[in-house]
């Protein structure tokens, strides 16, 4: 199983960029990475886990949430088992738990939250002015 660790979230101003990392580790992490799409979800205190972006295996390919095309980026490095969401023009509707998850095996590229097998625990993002 992957284990993924996200990071960067924190505190900032309307407008502002934030980018996040999820890195992947595990016994075989290197084989499972690579053969994953993978996802970044979030969701708001009161509200369903959301969908915003999913990358294909060599990150050729990419999908979006509505709300955030435009807007946010979703990169890997396979080399490094770590997959990146760069998050430019916040809004505070972007305020959320953001967690990344792998579909391991998978070469299709779900917004749906129940077809991925492994999650990260989760940072906070917060826009506030």
């Known amino acids: 199983q992957v284990q993924l660790v996200e990071s960067g979230g924190g505190l900032v101003q309307p407008g502002d960029s934030l980018r996040l990392s999820c890195a992947a580790s595990?016994?075989?992490?290197?084989?499972?990475?690579?053969?994953?799409?993978m996802g970044w979800f979030r969701q708001a205190p009161g509200k369903e886990r959301e969908f915003v972006a999913a990358?294909?295996?060599?990150?050729?390919?990419?999908r979006y949430a509505d709300s955030v095309k435009g807007r946010f980026t979703i990169s890997r490095a396979n080399a490094k088992n770590t997959v990146y969401l760069q998050m430019n023009s916040l809004e505070a509707e972007d305020t959320a738990v953001y967690y990344c998850a792998a579909d391991v095996g998978s070469l299709l590229l779900s917004s749906n939250w129940y077809d991925y097998d492994s999650w990260g625990q989760g940072t906070q993002v917060t826009v506030s002015s």
């Open positions: 990358i294909g295996r060599n990150g050729g390919s990419q």
């Open positions: 595990g016994r075989t992490f290197s084989s499972i990475f690579s053969s994953s799409v």
